[in-house]
């Protein structure tokens, strides 16, 4: 599986953006997907993620309420809609895909990854 995320780009605080993730290779309508950031000089964290179906997701609680992970299996595509950004959202943005149905928060449990998208958020 080839995962490309795009969508980042700079923006102010209190403002909204919307993260794709487009999947090629093999269809991930059996996958569980997830999103996951890293901010300068921090460790690689857990943003998001849904089951297969979307029928369960699961946030962190930085971004709880703020942001709204949704998939398009049928185009193949995962997707982060950020809400009220803040700067401490400033991060480089992941997506990845876990090869079984249900989502977990680790990211050792997601082997396939996109290569990132850089969202600034400026104050």
């Known amino acids: 599986v080839q995962l490309q995320a795009f969508g980042g780009g700079l923006v102010q605080a209190g403002n909204s953006l919307r993260l794709s993730c487009a999947a090629s290779?093999?269809?991930?309508?059996?996958?569980?997907m997830g999103w996951f950031r890293q901010a300068p000089g921090k460790e690689r964290e857990f943003v998001a993620a849904?089951?297969?179906?979307?029928?369960?997701?699961g946030y962190a609680d930085s971004v709880k309420g703020r942001f709204t992970i949704s998939r398009d299996n049928a185009k193949n595509s995962v997707y982060l809609q950020m809400n009220s950004l803040k700067p401490e959202d400033t991060a480089v943005y992941y997506c990845?895909?876990?090869?079984?149905?249900?989502?977990?928060?680790?990211?050792?449990?997601?082997?396939?990854w996109g290569q990132g998208t850089l969202v600034t958020v400026s104050s």
């Open positions: 849904i089951d297969w179906n979307a029928g369960r997701t």
């Open positions: 290779g093999r269809a991930i309508n059996n996958y569980a």
């Open positions: 990845a895909c876990r090869r079984f149905a249900a989502f977990r928060n680790d990211e050792g449990e997601y082997p396939y």
